[in-house]
């Protein structure tokens, strides 16, 4: 997680060198920090240029973004005068099809509060989920609004890639069979549930997250003790 002020820094940087500052919105975006957009309300900066894409359907359609300020927009004008264009589309900019279903999808938004909702919700996730850092092997807990991730490591201060891939496969599987679906990022559970999401289901999805992983410590110790017991009884020779 970025500290406080981080992107302002950024910001402030790009300014000071005259370089455009753009914000990657594609998971940030349309509620899920609590907020149409992160940029200003929750990060407190006016980019240049904003990418996003998926919260703009809720992802039931293909459709991205791509936002232009006012202040880049002026300057583009400054430079080729009234006539200055901003050249810039794709094949399929404005499908009718896409556009009608972003706009629904916003409008579902908007009636349904879900920004609102999101940022009642949002708090609670991250105080529930810091409750799993009393596991053994969990390393680290972070997050904002509505997304989570929990880094989990078997011998802390062990750099093992394979070991990583491991248990962090090992957690999804436990997990998928709980009835819980987590993204695994080698050894990174990360959490990004629906706007909708519930303070009883965020206990439920804790509750199955923390049984997991639980599942997932006792099958690798299960199987380290199995190992080590096959080793005791048929030692290797001496040399």
């Known amino acids: 997680m970025p500290p406080a002020g981080y992107h302002q820094r950024c910001l402030e940087v790009c300014r000071n060198n005259d370089m455009l500052y753009l914000s990657d919105e594609v998971v940030t975006a349309f509620g899920r920090l609590g907020h149409c957009f992160a940029s200003e309300d929750v990060f407190g900066i006016v980019p240049d240029i ?81 409750t799993l850092r009393d596991i053994p092997i969990v390393r680290d807990v972070r997050g904002m609004g509505l997304m989570a991730c929990v880094e989990c490591e078997l011998i802390q201060g062990k750099n093992d890639l394979a070991m990583d891939y491991e248990i962090g496969n090992l957690i ?11 993204r695994p990022i080698i050894n990174m559970c990360v959490m990004s549930p629906p706007l909708t999401i ?42």
């Open 198 to 239: 519930t303070r009883e289901q965020i206990d439920d999805m804790v509750s199955m997250l923390r049984q997991g992983i639980l599942l997932a410590l006792e099958e690798i110790e299960n199987a380290e003790a199995a190992s080590a017991d096959a080793a005791s009884r048929h030692p290797s020779p001496a040399a």
């Open 50 to 130: 904003i990418t996003t894409a998926k919260g703009l359907t809720s992802g039931y359609i293909p459709m991205g973004a791509f936002l232009v300020s006012d202040r880049l927009i002026d300057e583009i004008k400054q430079q080729g005068g009234d006539t200055a264009v901003f050249s810039n589309g794709f094949t399929y900019s404005g499908h009718p099809v896409a556009a009608a279903a972003g706009i629904k999808n916003l409008e579902i938004m908007q009636r349904e509060k879900l920004f609102e909702q999101a940022r009642d919700t949002g708090p609670y996730l991250q105080q529930q989920m810091q």
């Open 172 to 182: 999804d599987r436990h997990c998928q069979k709980l009835g819980l679906i987590v």
